[in-house]
């Protein structure tokens, strides 16, 4: 069954300092990969997608992610955290299976910024 | 602001009662999926349709049902509460009528409080 592991409830990470948030998922096929972060209050927004080609994937507000299909990853990085990147983190696998769509979601990561 | 409506934002209820979520997808999208948020199961999928019609199942009771209407909006039906069901509930739409790569756009959700 296709699943996503977040290794890592909350980090914290000096404002300025590189950031990257990690994602492993377990997929039959070559998978489509999500991340998507949730401020507080508020929904889920899209920050980049993989779905094939070019394995490094540039995203939304300075973000992007690396596809590493020997390690089953898809970690999420930004070289300068900004405070306003504080914010819940999910990595999501789109299902290929299906008719429809569902998307798999980690448990999320919880990323506190310090100044 | 990704397009996608919900109401209401806040839904306070006692065990027993039945609700309606209602969703309004982005302009032009013909699917939405709904979704259940909450601390112990973490974001789970619970159904998607496609220009009216159901296309995929998940973890959805059978308390609950939802239907989307010619005008393309949904509505996620809740009965028989119970305090186990309070969550957040998102819907989110996407273009195409599935498959893996389809990007799906969330609401900000209803957070659902049963007392």
């Known amino acids: 069954a296709q699943s996503v592991t977040q290794p890592d409830i909350h980090i914290t990470v000096s404002e300025g300092a590189s950031l990257e948030l990690r994602c492993n998922y377990s997929?039959?096929?070559?998978?489509?990969l999500f991340w998507y972060v949730q401020s507080p209050g508020q929904g889920l927004q899209l920050l980049l997608k993989y779905f094939s080609g070019d394995t490094l994937v540039q995203g939304i507000k300075g973000f992007e992610a690396e596809f590493k299909r020997s390690q089953s990853s898809f970690n999420l990085r930004k070289p300068s955290v900004h405070w306003s990147d504080a914010a819940e983190y999910f990595c999501?696998?789109?299902?290929?299976?299906?008719?429809?769509?569902?998307?798999?979601f980690g448990k999320g990561t919880t990323l506190s910024v310090s100044s | 602001d990704s397009g996608v409506t919900q109401t209401p934002k806040h839904l306070i209820t006692a065990t027993g009662q039945r609700v309606t979520l209602r969703c309004s997808p982005r302009?032009?999208?013909?699917?939405v999926y709904w979704y259940q948020q909450s601390l112990d199961q973490g974001l789970q999928f619970l159904i998607h349709y496609y220009n009216g019609e159901e296309r995929a199942k998940g973890n959805i009771l059978e308390r609950f049902s939802a239907q989307q209407f010619p005008d393309l909006h949904s509505e996620l039906n809740l009965s028989s509460l119970e305090l186990g069901d309070s969550a957040l509930y998102f819907c989110?739409?996407?273009?195409?009528?599935?498959?893996?790569?389809?990007?799906?756009?969330f609401g900000p959700g209803t957070r659902l409080t049963v007392l």
């Open positions: 302009s032009g999208d013909l699917s």
């Open positions: 989110a739409s996407s273009a195409l009528s599935g498959g893996a790569g389809d990007t799906q756009y």
């Open positions: 999501a696998v789109g299902a290929r299976n299906q008719a429809g769509t569902a998307l798999i």
């Open positions: 997929y039959g096929a070559t998978p489509y």
